[in-house]
């Protein structure tokens, strides 16, 4: 069967592209731009499989229950949770294949990168909630963006010949690069005096329960063969 909220949206985009300049010199690139809306909060499973199929999630207007059976929360409200889950993926490849002016040496470089994107917020005003006075602070929320980059530069020299119809030789001499970078900040509040701007005003979370983590790595490394 299928749940609500229980969906995502993903958007790719891809240009491969090889061409031969002239006699000695070919380029070429293979690129991809993926966009990825995961947005929303689906049905708690657990809550919904432990109730009665004939509990009612529904008042008498039509509108959610915010309480059900034994005063659980109604797992529906789930669905009504602010989240925003959004991602991004540019990752491309460029080469050159140079034919140097000796017979069988060619050089080839390479550069590849790859970065990534993710902001994730969400604000559940049902966290703490009290129906009989909802003035009471209640409601969580959080925002975490995190970015990470990283690239390959390797220049490849090789060498193919035949010598008098019997001797061959085949090398190849491989001289790289790869960097790595990663950085995330993320940023929790809970029990919020005011929560119309929901996890756009943190600040109106209880100072005590508020919670800032932040971090960055970074990588790098030669290679040789």
């Known amino acids: 069967g299928f749940m609500a909220n229980d969906e995502y949206k993903k958007y ?8 031969k300049i002239n006699s000695w010199l070919k380029v070429g690139m293979e690129t991809f731009l993926t966009s990825s809306d995961y947005s929303g909060v689906s049905v708690n499973n657990n809550k919904a499989f432990n109730m009665h199929p004939w509990s009612p999630l529904y008042d008498e207007n039509g509108e959610l229950l915010t309480l059900v059976q034994k005063g659980d929360l109604n797992p529906l409200l789930q669905v009504g949770i602010d989240d925003s889950d959004k991602r991004m993926n540019l990752f491309g ?4 294949d140079i034919k140097l ?3 069988g040496l060619n050089y080839r470089v390479n550069f590849s990168q790859n970065y990534r994107t ?11 909630y009290n129906e009989e006075n909802p003035g009471v602070p209640h409601g ?3 925002k975490k963006s995190s970015i990470n980059y990283s690239y390959t530069f390797d220049n490849i020299l090789t060498y193919k010949n035949t010598f008098n119809d019997v001797h061959s030789i085949n090398a190849t001499f491989v001289y790289g690069v790869e960097k790595r970078e990663i950085s995330s900040t993320d940023a929790i509040a809970s029990l919020f005096q005011d929560d119309i701007l929901g996890y756009n005003s943190l600040e109106q979370g209880d100072p005590t329960l508020r919670e800032v983590y932040s971090k960055a790595e970074q990588e790098q490394s030669l290679y040789t063969m």
């Open 118 to 128: 993710k902001n994730h917020n969400q604000y559940d005003k049902y966290y703490m």
């Open 93 to 96: 490849t460029f080469h050159a």
């Open 12 to 19: 790719n985009y891809r240009i491969n592209l090889n061409t």
């Open 101 to 103: 002016p000796i017979k």
């Open 140 to 142: 969580t929320g959080f």
